[in-house]
């Protein structure tokens, strides 16, 4: 296989009810020079075999998946930083198990930091849906330049970017450090992420339009860790700040 431009990855656990929808809205993407690496994080439903199914039906005598079932359930955390170990691709397009990509977010993405090699990340605004695929809202927070986006976390101390909307460069993802695996901020590693390279100086932005469907899903972490969340969260944040002291 030539060099890849996009690596997809694809955390799963026990999604057998959206993980169908989830990697067909990946297969039905208009562009297609990707490969997806599927880690299951040791799910104990029927989502192992649904995924290696549509896998082999769509990409038969294609090198454009991999597939890794690890038995131990680790966490997302864990399951991201060995995928993207495993990735070939410039771009890294983050991609959850119970999520749904417009058919032209990886286009859009990858025109947009092709055109604007000061940017390390980009995101977009996301269309909420519930666990039956209904429309719920629009997800519109996310600021549009890097300065608003930066202002978002030093003075509003929010997530400036929709994690699963993101594509970044993966050789600044790996000159980084990747995601901390630390356990003091193992339900908020994004956050890290993104503070740690605004550290560095590194721009990011979020396109102005919907390019995922973000699944409000009760089983997922944001429901189920919110407190967790919320400390960690606090966490990184103050040593955000004292890295800009």
Not at 148 to 159: C, G, L, P, S
């Amino acid at each position: 296989m030539s060099k890849l431009l996009v690596s997809v990855i694809v955390p799963v656990y026990n999604c057998e009810q959206y993980i169908e929808a989830s990697l067909k809205s990946i297969i039905n993407q208009s562009f297609d020079d990707y490969e997806i690496i599927v880690y299951d994080d040791g799910s104990t439903d029927n989502s192992s075999a649904i995924v290696l199914s549509i896998l082999q039906q769509y990409y038969e005598g294609e090198d454009k998946y991999l597939y890794v079932f690890n038995p131990k359930n680790r966490g997302v955390f864990y399951a991201r930083t060995d995928a993207i170990k495993m990735s070939k691709g410039k771009y890294i397009a983050l991609h959850d198990a119970d999520d749904i990509s417009v058919e032209n977010r990886f286009k859009k993405q990858v025109e947009f930091l092709k055109e604007h090699d000061d940017i390390w990340c980009v995101g977009s605004t996301a269309t909420k849906i519930d666990c039956d695929g209904k429309e719920m809202g629009e997800m519109t927070y996310p600021a549009e330049l890097h300065y608003e986006i930066y202002e978002q976390v030093f003075r509003d101390r929010i997530n400036p970017m929709i994690d699963p909307s993101t594509m970044f460069r993966k050789d600044i993802f790996d000159k980084l450090g990747g995601y901390s695996l630390k356990e003091d901020r193992c339900f908020i590693d994004d956050f890290d992420l993104w503070c740690r390279s605004m550290l560095e100086n590194l721009w990011f932005s979020n396109i102005r339009e919907s390019l995922i469907k973000y699944r409000v899903n009760p089983e997922g972490n944001t429901r189920k860790h919110k407190n967790k969340m919320i400390v960690q969260h606090s966490l990184v944040w103050r040593e955000f700040m004292k890295g800009k002291a």
